[in-house]
């Protein structure tokens, strides 16, 4: 993958610099919207991966003020690439490209989700594909070296805890092989199955309905990673763990949390669907989480 190789060799061409884990992001939305936030997601990453290679999948990302934005993690060093995007070129070979044509002649309805949204869910799965690595949201802050984590993709939500039964996956973290078999099936999905005005249904759910069915094919292995490894925290709690603690039992209860995120788990998704007009405030759960695990760590409770 000519980008690969250009990460690899961006800023040092010493072979024993390679990178040591390859991550994918995407960001197919307007560069003033790339934020503290972001970076410091990003910053993450590096915190737990010195020598890992970022590539940012992003046509305004790779741009002067896209570059300009990244400027102080690569000036430090840090591998971090955005490369902007042919859609025809990258789905080539697969059902993605049949789908994209199908989609700019008129013959699928895009739906009342953003098509930009349901694109990202796409480009994740082929970049995966063809070139294996790890991808990650843009709001998940990595806490521990995850490369020894291999073709893993990460439960949500249990029906019942005691017998390890799930009910929901999710796609912000996925980690995988060039070519497995699994990311083909999750590829097909996408293209023959494409729902436009259901909220998830091209994501996390899609991921979900794949892997529900995978149960039938033990030949396709997987490994299904517990909640606390990527998603310690849902959706419907998020919001207390961005605000400080108003009292001891709150105290505690961060504490609690804190200790088993640090424990047990490689990342925490922060939700910015629900999240990302909460301010995080000084002492709160997730101010401490990213406090630990930046590189630059400037304008935390300012993001």
């Known amino acids: 993958m000519a980008f690969l190789s250009q990460a690899n060799?961006?800023?040092?061409?010493?072979n024993n610099t390679r990178c040591k884990v390859n991550f994918f992001m995407t960001w197919i939305s307007p560069k003033k919207l790339f934020g503290k936030r972001e970076l410091l997601s990003l910053e993450s990453i590096f915190k737990a991966h010195p020598k890992g290679c970022v590539v940012i999948l992003s046509k305004s990302m790779d741009s002067e003020l896209g570059r300009r934005t990244l400027g102080p993690l690569m000036s430090q060093g840090y591998r971090v690439l955005p490369v902007s995007m042919d859609f025809h070129v990258l789905f080539n070979?697969?059902?993605a490209k049949g789908w994209l044509e199908r989609l700019e002649a008129g013959l699928i309805d895009p739906g009342i989700i953003p098509i930009t949204q349901n694109l990202a869910n796409l480009v994740r799965l082929v970049a995966l594909y063809k070139y294996g690595g790890v991808y990650l949201d843009t709001d998940v802050v990595i806490l521990k070296d995850v490369s020894s984590l291999k073709n893993s993709i990460g439960i949500q939500t249990m029906e019942?805890?005691?017998?390890?039964?799930?009910t929901t996956l999710n796609n912000a973290v996925l980690i995988f092989d060039k070519g497995h078999p699994i990311l083909l099936k999750f590829?097909?999905?996408?293209?023959?199955?494409?729902?436009?005005?259901?909220?998830g249904f091209n994501g996390p759910f899609l991921v979900t309905r794949v892997i529900y069915r995978r149960n039938r094919d033990k030949k396709i292995k997987v490994n299904i990673l517990p909640p606390m490894t990527f998603y310690p925290v849902n959706w419907t709690q998020i919001r207390q763990y961005f605000q400080t603690p108003i009292d001891m039992n709150e105290t505690a209860r961060d504490q609690e949390q804190l200790n088993q995120i640090n424990s047990m788990s490689y990342g925490i998704h922060l939700w910015n669907k629900d999240s990302r007009k909460l301010k995080i405030e000084d002492g709160s759960l997730i101010g401490k989480l990213i406090s630990n695990?930046?590189?630059?760590?400037?304008?935390?409770?300012?993001s």
Not at 160 to 166: H, Q, V
Not at 187 to 199: C, P, Q, R, T, V
Request: proline content about 0%.
């Open 9 to 14: 060799n961006n800023n040092n061409n010493n």
């Open 93 to 95: 070979n697969t059902s």
């Open 160 to 166: 019942d805890k005691a017998k390890n039964r799930w």
């Open 187 to 199: 590829i097909d999905e996408f293209a023959y199955s494409f729902n436009g005005n259901k909220w």
């Open 293 to 302: 695990h930046c590189i630059i760590c400037q304008g935390i409770y300012n």
